[in-house]
Nanobody, 127 residues
Framework: QVRLVESGGGAVPAGGSLRLSCAASRNIISRSCMGWFRQAQGNEREGVATIDSGGFLRYADSVRGRFTISKDNAKNTLYLQMNSLKPEDTAVYYC?????????????????????WGQGTQVTVSS
């Protein structure tokens, strides 16, 4: 078992930036696939970005070039730097892990492959 706790959400104007953090309750970041997902009101949860144990990155087309996923193994923390935010980025953002599985799915959208989830943090981008 592992607990994931997201933070860093908030309300920003379009064009602004936010950095989300996801703290794991124990040392899993270094050896597990980690991912960020989001769910807008009325929509299905969708993949945003993933990072595997070796640092290989994948992004959804909608965020590539604007968002950056990273991790700090020593701090057991996953990050999502979000720049050039758009109103359509408004959603609850979740981090998730394929606990003790080093590789991430080929598709960023493969949310069913992730077994552990945080409670989410709200991001609101105004136009």
């Amino acid at each position: 078992q592992v607990r994931l706790v997201e933070s860093g959400g908030g309300a920003v104007p379009a064009g602004g930036s936010l950095r989300l953090s996801c703290a794991a309750s124990r040392n899993i970041i270094s050896r597990s696939c980690m991912g960020w997902f989001r769910q807008a009101q009325g929509n299905e949860r969708e993949g945003v970005a993933t990072i595997d144990s070796g640092g290989f990155l994948r992004y959804a087309d909608s965020v590539r070039g604007r968002f950056t996923i990273s991790k700090d193994n020593a701090k057991n923390t996953l990050y999502l730097q979000m720049n050039s935010l758009k109103p359509e980025d408004t959603a609850v953002y979740y981090c998730a892990t394929r606990l003790d599985i080093s590789n991430c799915p080929m598709a960023v959208q493969a949310k069913s492959d992730f077994g552990y989830w945080g409670q989410g943090t709200q991001v609101t981008v105004s136009s």
